[in-house]
């Protein structure tokens, strides 16, 4: 079995511990003598916090597994990577911003009108967005009379 705690309460380190969050727990002796537990956050750094702010639990070890795998997964962010390097090459570099408010303005242009409208996507089958959403809403039109 392995050992993880779950905070209860973030009291004092609000910044730092999100309530009802699992954590993995490092056997410390020394932080233990100080009634204190030792977690890793999802960075991979170590902390020290006292125990009274967890709750100690243990799950077998394939549901462990499970949550490392999880967590080690570098896939997760892909797809937002991915179209931040999209907007960035398309329509960021070699721009000049004199306010904020027209960086947003130029955000928006890009999205609704560019990204969403005309820009043809490889992995929607070389249609845009909003084609895509009309082929997919004529299809379950078309399945809804016929059945």
């Known amino acids: ?13 609000a910044a730092s511990l999100e309530v009802r969050k699992l954590y993995d727990l490092i ?3 020394k932080a233990e003598a100080m009634h204190c537990i030792r977690i890793v956050d999802e960075d991979g750094e170590d ?3 006292p125990e ?3 709750m100690s639990m243990e799950v077998p070890e394939s549901v462990s597994r499970a949550l490392h795998k999880r967590a080690a997964c570098c896939w997760d962010n892909a797809p937002s990577e991915s179209w931040f390097g999209s907007f960035k090459n ?15 303005a130029m955000a ?11 820009r043809l996507h ?12 009309d082929g997919w ?4 039109q078309q399945e809804k009379l016929v059945a």
């Open 108 to 118: 928006f242009e890009y999205i609704e009108v560019f990204y969403n409208r005309k």
């Open 90 to 104: 398309e329509r960021v570099y070699g721009e000049r911003f004199e306010t904020r408010d027209e960086m947003k």
């Open 122 to 133: 490889p992995t929607l089958g070389y249609k845009s967005p909003m084609q895509f959403l």
């Open 1 to 13: 079995m392995e050992k993880y705690v779950i905070c209860l309460s973030n009291e004092g380190y």
């Open 52 to 54: 009274k702010l967890f």
């Open 137 to 140: 809403f004529t299809a379950q």
């Open 47 to 49: 902390y020290v916090y």
């Open 27 to 29: 056997p410390d002796s």
